[in-house]
Each structure stands twice: as C-alpha cells, then as structure tokens.
Nanobody
Framework: QVQLVESGGGLVQPGGSLRLSCAAF????????VGWFRQAPGKEREGVSCYSSKYDITHYADSVKGRFTISRDKQKNTVYLQMNNLKPEETAVYYCAAGTGWRYWGQGTQVTVSS
C-alpha cells in the first residue's frame, strides 16, 4: 500500500520559513516525479513545485521562484519543500503527490502565515 505522509506545517509569521517533508512508503520516489501542491480556502489546488530525478528536472511556480526549494533525500525516501519569506496569501493546505498522473497523494499539512 502506497502512502505519502506530509509533515512540517504550522503557524509562521510573514517573512518566516518552514520546511515541509513528504515521506513515502510503498513507493520509491526516485522512480517518479514528485510534486508539491497547495489549496487555499475557496480556491483551486495549484502546483507549487515538482521534481523528477529521472529526467533531472525541477520546476517552480512563478510565485515561489527564489523563495521555495524542493529537495530529496534518497536514503530516507523523502522529499522536502523549503519555504522562505512566506506571505499571508500562501496560507493553505500543502500536499505532496507522486506517480504517473499524480496517482498518489498525501493527506496534506496546514501552513498558516499570519502575524
């Protein structure tokens, strides 16, 4: 059974940082593209960043370029999203996804950016 488990969310002040983790079980992340998505209240889910080790491709949404960094720990089968200089409008539930067509999804972790 495949499971993606996100962690690292929480409450942070504007301009602060958080690092999200996505640990995978039953799937080797190195074999698939891995993505981070977010969904704010009343808004559609949007892609934040994705990474493919197979094709050595990394992509970021324009809104997070220069502030967010996606990375991977192959031994831990975990993908991270380092988020710096967070903005209040980035308050959302953050999800990781993997697999062909984003077949597998985690349960999400809440990120709240507020003073």
């Amino acid at each position: 059974q495949v499971q993606l488990v996100e962690s690292g969310g929480g409450l942070v002040q504007p301009g602060g940082s958080l690092r999200l983790s996505c640990a995978a079980f039953g799937i080797t992340l190195d074999n698939y593209a891995v993505g981070w998505f977010r969904q704010a209240p009343g808004k559609e889910r949007e892609g934040v960043s994705c990474y493919s080790s197979k094709y050595d491709i990394t992509h970021y949404a324009d809104s997070v370029k220069g502030r967010f960094t996606i990375s991977r720990d192959k031994q831990k089968n975990t993908v991270y999203l380092q988020m710096n200089n967070l903005k209040p409008e980035e308050t959302a539930v953050y999800y990781c996804a993997a697999g062909t067509g984003w077949r597998y999804w985690g349960q999400g972790t809440q990120v709240t950016v507020s003073s």
